[in-house]
T-cell receptor, first 109, second 114 residues
Framework: QQQVKQSPQSLIVQKGGISIINCAYENTAFDYFPWYQQFPGKGPALLIAIRPDVSEKKEGRFTISFNKSAKQFSLHIMDSQPGDSATYFCAARDYKLSFGAGTTVTVRA | DTGVSQDPRHKITKRGQNVTFRCDPISEHNRLYWYRQTLGQGPEFLTYFQNEAQLEKSRLLSDRFSAERPKGSFSTLEIQRTEQGDSAMYLC????????????FGPGTRLTVT
């Protein structure tokens, strides 16, 4: 039973465009919501994270939007670059991380 | 390099053999986690340690799996009598503090059971 649902499974965006990935959860005990970026053959790398008392967090071209009442959060990648082509995972923490199934992002030059 | 390291990076074994993986966390990180990731899926939690104490084990961790963290430093994950279904990437992560939010992952060990 997947505790974090992630969509879409994959997306293609043009260079300079915006990538949007959505996640939803049910467990209200989750207290921290990170996003990880993973390249083939590598471990996940922490990208950006948010606490549930904040509605938005921005770091460079990456923004998390968080809607506590809807139990949803999303990642926006602005000005997408070919180097952003990777798989992105949302996650939610109680004492461990529960991950979504991942979104493969392809940025076309 | 001060990140999480894992050894070996790749392991091919025959069904029924035992394998052991090692994880070295970031220095001074008191929590260490093991996850398993199959192709096309997100990592799934297996177990975690706070210092040398194993505090939680997922139901995914059958009795063929055992993990240790002697002296609260590096950790080992052993799989006995491997099965083809054990083929996956085994990821280690570590974190520090209480609460320990940020988990930093190693490069993983890719296990292939033939």
């Amino acid at each position: 039973q997947q505790q974090v649902k992630q969509s879409p499974q994959s997306l293609i965006v043009q260079k300079g465009g915006i990538s949007i990935i959505n996640c939803a959860y049910e467990n209200t005990a989750f207290d921290y919501f990170p996003w990880y970026q993973q390249f083939p053959g590598k471990g996940p790398a922490l990208l950006i994270a948010i606490r549930p008392d904040v509605s938005e967090k921005k770091e460079g071209r990456f923004t998390i939007s968080f809607n506590k009442s809807a139990k949803q959060f999303s990642l926006h990648i602005m000005d997408s670059q070919p180097g952003d082509s990777a798989t992105y995972f949302c996650a939610a923490r109680d004492y461990k991380l529960s991950f979504g199934a991942g979104t493969t992002v392809t940025v076309r030059a | 390099d001060t990140g999480v390291s894992q050894d070996p990076r790749h392991k091919i074994t025959k069904r029924g053999q035992n394998v052991t993986f090692r994880c070295d966390p970031i220095s001074e990180h008191n929590r260490l986690y093991w996850y398993r990731q199959t192709l096309g899926q997100g990592p799934e939690f297996l177990t975690y340690f706070q210092n040398e104490a194993q505090l939680e084990k997922s139901r995914l961790l059958s009795d063929r799996f055992s993990a240790e963290r002697p002296k609260g430093s590096f950790s080992t994950l052993e799989i006995q009598r491997t099965e083809q279904g054990d083929s996956a990437m085994y990821l280690c992560a570590s974190s520090f503090g209480q609460p320990s939010y940020e988990q930093y992952f190693g490069p993983g060990t890719r296990l292939t059971v033939t």
